[in-house]
């Protein structure tokens, strides 16, 4: 079974709208960890968003906040007030308990018109 | 400044012809990773290595090795290079626990 599920090969918002981007996740730990990393066209990896599997707040980065639904293992990004910028390949990622076992889902690509 | 250094860039070579892609952090992190990223598979972890002298594969480990002789370097190393090897890959490093990765800017290899 896929460890990290990602829906939506490609999205497109308009540029100020809101955008919600789904990742599913699947694991027996009770201890885990979820990210979201933004990959621009230039290549780089960057670090988004974390939420601990223990928060029971979901976690908010000015315009990120991550849709944390334990029960239905979902761990969906959303993104208010798109910007040109935002345009790039979206990761979810899970760390596993005390492993350094790390997955990535295979992305979603976002396209933000203006 | 905190950062994964990993080197080089760009690398095209030969089949068979033995490779080291360096990668180093600045950050005293434990922890180490190898990745390889193709396109519609996201990324796959090659192997990790959770401090000095302690390494584990990944989901994707044959025809890789690595060492970590020390803590702050983490070299991946293709013994004898094959076209399917042909990738981008990224080093990086976290430190311990649930915490997220630091990665490197990534190293494109091509093996013709």
């Known amino acids: 079974a896929q460890k990290i599920t990602q829906t939506q090969p490609g999205m497109f918002v308009q540029e100020k709208e809101a955008v919600t981007l789904d990742c599913t996740y699947d694991?027996?730990?009770?201890?885990?960890?979820l990210f979201w990393y933004k990959q621009p066209s230039s290549g780089e990896m960057i670090f988004l968003i974390y939420?601990?599997?223990?928060?029971?707040q979901n976690a908010t980065e000015g315009r990120y906040s991550l849709n944390f639904q334990k029960a239905r293992k979902s761990a969906n990004l959303v993104i208010s007030a798109s910007q040109l910028g935002d345009s790039a390949m979206y990761f979810c990622?899970?760390?596993?308990?005390?492993?350094?076992?790390?997955?990535f889902g295979s992305g979603t690509k976002l396209n933000v018109k203006p | 400044e905190a950062q994964v250094t990993q080197n080089p860039r760009y690398l095209i070579t030969v089949t068979g012809k033995k490779l080291t892609v360096t990668c180093s952090q600045n950050m005293n992190h434990e922890y180490m990773s190898w990745y390889r990223q193709d396109p519609g598979l996201g990324l796959r972890q090659i192997y990790y290595?959770?401090?000095?002298?302690?390494?584990d594969k990944g989901d994707v480990p044959e025809g890789y090795k690595v060492s970590r002789k020390e803590k702050r370097n983490f070299p991946l190393i293709l013994e004898s290079p094959s076209p399917n090897q042909t990738s981008l890959y990224f080093c990086?490093?976290?430190?311990?626990?649930?915490?997220?990765?630091?990665f490197g800017s990534g190293t494109r290899l091509t093996v013709v």
């Open positions: 694991t027996s730990d009770q201890s885990y960890g």
């Open positions: 990622a899970m760390r596993e308990g005390h492993f350094n076992k790390f997955y």
């Open positions: 990086a490093s976290s430190p311990a626990g649930l915490d997220g990765y630091t």
């Open positions: 939420q601990g599997s223990y928060d029971e």
């Open positions: 290595s959770m401090n000095v002298e302690v390494t």
